[in-house]
């Protein structure tokens, strides 16, 4: 059994708040991912990181940030929430160079 | 770059009946390929993976062989459930380029009726 976890698992929000979305894995995963997820389903990469203090941007521009300061913990950090963040946010994590990715259950964010 | 491509759904099918979904790939390295399941409301699940040419992965009656010559992982069960009703994902992950995330094709939703 995987052990990556989000919190919150839902999550309505007002227009220009702060949130923070967490992410955290107990398996020391070097890797950790964030995928945006439409309604149509398609999974888009949005950060990653291969290890401590790296991050990098995915294919798709987000207006969030996230940081590495911790193995086990890769928050997503958005600054200011409009109606156009409302998705499913997917935290995942893996080992080494071509490993299987651990999903955790996802975070359902509604901004209104 | 590195892509993933996936028949589109959804696909409908009945209790027993046959699945294919297909899957092609193409990639600079030497991929590792995987498909992942996700079940309403919950986040993605690995199915099944082949890390080298003419692997097989299977699980739960799945299965899918990795093939270099036609650059594709097709994914197959020879009497779904309607259990069995969910999106389905298509990866791959290419060890040549060291730290390269996963790269998944958009997903074909399988509805099963009984």
């Known amino acids: 059994e995987a052990d990556i976890y989000q919190i919150p698992r839902y999550l309505v929000i007002g227009t220009g708040k702060k949130i923070t979305l967490e992410c955290s894995q107990t398996?020391?995963?070097?890797?950790m991912y964030w995928y945006q997820q439409d309604p149509g389903m398609e999974l888009h990469l949005i950060h990653y990181?291969?290890?401590?203090?790296?991050?990098e941007k995915g294919d798709l521009s987000s207006e969030s940030t996230v940081s590495r300061i911790r193995t086990e913990h890769f928050p997503l950090t958005l600054e200011s929430a409009r109606p156009s963040h409302t998705s499913q946010y997917l935290c995942?994590?893996?080992?080494?160079?071509?490993?299987?990715?651990?999903f955790g259950q996802g975070t359902r964010l509604t901004v209104v | 770059g590195d892509s993933v491509t996936q028949m589109e759904g959804p696909v409908t099918l009945s209790e027993e009946a046959f699945l294919t979904i297909n899957c092609t790939y193409t990639?600079?390295?030497?991929?590792?390929l995987f498909w992942y399941v996700q079940y309403p409301g919950e986040g993605l699940q690995l199915l099944l993976k082949?890390?080298?040419?003419?692997d097989k992965g299977s699980n739960k009656g799945f299965e899918a062989t990795y093939r270099k010559e036609t650059t594709s992982f097709h994914l197959e069960k020879g009497s779904v459930q309607v259990s069995d009703s969910a999106v389905y994902f298509c990866?791959?992950?290419?060890?040549?380029?060291?730290?390269?995330?996963?790269?998944f094709g958009k997903g074909t939703t399988l509805s099963v009726s009984s």
């Open positions: 995942a994590s893996s080992a080494g160079t071509g490993g299987s990715a651990f």
């Open positions: 398996m020391g995963h070097d890797k």
């Open positions: 990181s291969y290890g401590v203090n790296s991050t």
């Open positions: 990639a600079t390295g030497y991929p590792s």
């Open positions: 082949a890390t080298k040419a003419d």
């Open positions: 990866a791959l992950s290419d060890r040549g380029q060291a730290g390269t995330a996963l790269i």
